[in-house]
């Protein structure tokens, strides 16, 4: 079982991400913004981590730069999973640091196969 990390300020999306992740028999562990994202990756060290980008106080782009700088946290995957559909953004999401990029709304299966495949090391 592995432990994810759901970060959105959206209660709607977080719960529908938390039931597929439950489903999948991890833990879902949650964070309403970037701030809270980037202390919660610090101090639960997930596995995985699913990072909405708009979002109030720190949004996921810059949650994202500061999770993978961080040394203690920079080994924890991190898919962005965003409304944000420009080539421009999953670019930039990228380098942030992110290994995989989702836009909304997505389909669970593709969700499922993306968390599958980075817990599996890919």
């Known amino acids: 079982m592995a432990r994810i990390l759901i970060v959105d300020d959206s209660p709607s999306q977080l719960m529908g991400m938390k039931r597929i992740v439950e489903k999948l028999g991890h833990e879902a562990l949650t964070a309403e913004d970037g701030a809270a994202g980037v202390e919660a990756a610090k101090a639960q060290k997930p596995d995985l981590i699913l ?13 994202t730069r500061a999770i993978s700088k961080e040394a203690t946290t920079a080994h924890i995957p991190i898919v962005l999973v965003t409304t944000k559909d420009q080539e421009t953004d999953k670019v930039w999401g990228m380098r942030q640091g992110a290994k995989a990029y989702i836009t909304k709304p997505f389909n669970e299966n593709q969700l499922i196969e993306v968390i599958q495949g980075l817990l599996a090391g890919g």
């Open 51 to 63: 990072m909405d980008v708009v979002m109030p106080n720190l949004n996921g782009f810059q949650a």
